[in-house]
């Protein structure tokens, strides 16, 4: 006779979790290494397809995640009450969704077992990560504004 059924890590509170599962929870969309613009007179914010200089286009990952701080000093380390005060976390963070208690995607590499299903299922920046930020001069970065990563994409097979 089996004991009662294990429930999956991310069922747990986020400030629950171990280092280990926390840096695992993140899907590797790289929605969060897209440049972020704030309107001063409205507090909106606006994402841009404009990628973080240590963005991996194809990974969807940091070139230095560990150092990244120290290169990219606005870059946010998340934390268990950021995940609940950034307003810009995509709809699809499996952060944001663990927090609000919501299930994670079939496409997250949790459930599906594999590191490719973000990308397969059209959730990820992958193809469609636009310049760096050190290719694109002052002022031009509102050119670049998108709106795809604010928003959930419409299912499709992986």
Request: charged share 30%; with cysteine.
């Amino acid at each position: 006779m089996s004991g009662p059924p294990v429930r999956p890590f991310w069922k747990k509170r986020l400030e629950d979790m171990t280092k280990g599962e926390w840096e695992s929870l993140c899907d590797g969309c790289g929605r969060c290494c897209l440049v972020k613009l704030e309107d001063e007179d409205t507090g909106k914010i606006h994402f841009t397809n404009i990628v973080c200089r240590l963005f991996e286009s194809q990974s969807c990952r940091c070139s230095d995640y560990p150092g990244r701080k120290a290169k990219v000093p606005d870059c946010i380390k998340l934390t268990p009450a950021q995940v609940r005060e950034i307003k810009w976390l995509p709809p699809t963070c499996a952060y944001r969704l663990v927090d609000e208690g919501k299930d994670l995607y079939p496409w997250h590499h949790l459930i599906s077992g594999s590191r490719e299903t973000v990308h397969k299922a059209g959730v990820s920046v992958r193809g469609r990560a636009g310049p760096s930020e050190d290719d694109v001069p002052a002022g031009d970065e509102v050119d670049y504004i998108v709106q795809w990563p604010g928003k959930v994409p419409p299912p499709r097979k992986f």
